[in-house]
């Protein structure tokens, strides 16, 4: 199983970003998607799931700004980002509850840099 990411790169603070995640290989059903993202010399912090029912979640830092989506069938998960500003600048990676091969497990993107200049 893989999670690829893309979608990133440099904007202008309040411009948009949409982040895309596709994952690929042996799966025979996926649960939560989520995004997370890691801000230079800080902690990697999650910013929004969705289940696979539909149903959303967000950090507080980006409540209102960024939406997160899904294909099930395209077995996709998006990340809308607007309004971005400089302390939206971080790597993002995406993460899905996969099963596969007769087992759950929690896989990991490779990571899509967004830079938001000032």
């Known amino acids: 199983v893989q999670l690829q990411a893309s979608g990133g790169g440099l904007v202008q603070a309040g411009g948009s970003l949409r982040l895309s995640c596709v994952a690929s290989?042996?799966?025979?059903?996926?649960?939560?998607m989520r995004w997370y993202r890691q801000a230079p010399g800080k902690q990697r912090e999650l910013v929004a799931t969705?289940?696979?029912?539909?149903?959303?979640n967000s950090a507080d830092s980006v409540k209102g700004r960024f939406t997160i989506s899904r294909d099930n069938a395209k077995k996709s998960v998006f990340l809308q980002m607007d309004e971005l500003k400089p302390e939206d600048t971080a790597v993002y990676y995406c993460n899905a509850d996969i099963y596969s091969d007769s087992r759950w497990g929690t896989y990991w993107g490779q990571g899509t840099l967004v830079t938001v200049s000032s």
């Open positions: 969705i289940t696979s029912g539909g149903r959303t």
């Open positions: 290989g042996s799966i025979s059903s996926i649960n939560a």
